[in-house]
T-cell receptor, first 117, second 111 residues
Framework: DVKVTQSSRYLVKRTGEKVFLECVQD?????MFWYRQDPGLGLRLIYF???????EKGDIPEGYSVSREKKERFSLILESASTNQTSMYLC????????????????FGNGTRLTVT | DAKTTQPNSMESNEEEPVHLPCNHS???????IHWYRQLPSQGPEYVIH?????VNNRMASLAIAEDRKSSTLILHRATLRDAAVYYC????????????WGAGTKLIIKP
């Protein structure tokens, strides 16, 4: 089974801090994603990456950046954390969503609940 | 914008079938319909997906209306472990990476 591991389950940070959320997958998937999940809003895509060092903005990239130096690892960075970034952050991975694997399922980690005070 | 509409919550009895509805009236001809579920304190997990024909797998069945403006996820015999939030999602063909998530249906299973 695919395993997507997020480094922290809970995180509390102060406003203005630089925050790193780490995600590792063990299935050699090309695609990796960062979502945030808020009550009533469902999942919203922040960034995704389709290859090492490649990234694309999702729906809500403002205030975030990402890094993918190795295929198995995808990091989400909050440059200067703010209280409106308090949320559940979910990482996912998948095969390339093109060609015959277009509808490959996303495999999610269990999330990091970030609180910014 | 492509969008799905689901009831906020549903209740069902254990060991009975469950039909979870989803409306997607703005679906385009090439958009796939995906279902994921999220158990408490876990990330979402894939359940099933389809385009036009009904689909079955070991977890569930997906019934898609002929006009594709609605679909129904069917759990044939719900157990307490099926209590979760179920998301009906459109997979947009014109964008490799776009799954449009709705707010989901919270399924409550009564013993």
């Amino acid at each position: 089974d695919v395993k997507v591991t997020q480094s922290s389950r809970y995180l509390v940070k102060r406003t203005g801090e630089k925050v790193f959320l780490e995600c590792v997958q063990d299935m050699d998937h090309e695609n990796m994603f960062w979502y945030r999940q808020d009550p009533g809003l469902g999942l919203r895509l922040i960034y995704f990456s389709y290859d090492v060092k490649m990234k694309e903005k999702g729906d809500i990239p403002e205030g975030y950046s990402v890094s993918r130096e190795k295929k198995e690892r995808f990091s989400l960075i909050l440059e200067s954390a703010s209280t409106n970034q308090t949320s559940m952050y979910l990482c996912a991975s998948s095969l390339p969503l093109t060609g015959s694997s277009y509808n490959s399922p996303l495999h999610f980690g269990n999330g990091t609940r970030l609180t910014v005070t | 914008d492509a969008k799905t509409t689901q009831p906020n919550s549903m209740e069902s009895n254990e060991e009975e079938p469950v039909h979870l509805p989803c409306n997607h009236s703005t679906i385009s001809g090439t958009d796939y319909i995906h279902w994921y579920r999220q158990l408490p304190s876990q990330g979402p997990e894939y359940v099933i997906h389809g385009l036009t024909s009904n689909v079955n797998n070991r977890m569930a069945s997906l019934a898609i209306a002929e006009d594709r403006k609605s679909s129904t996820l069917i759990l044939h015999r719900a157990t307490l472990r099926d209590a979760a939030v179920y998301y009906c999602i459109l997979g947009l063909m014109d964008s490799n990476y776009q799954l449009i998530w709705g707010a989901g249906t919270k399924l409550i299973i009564k013993p």
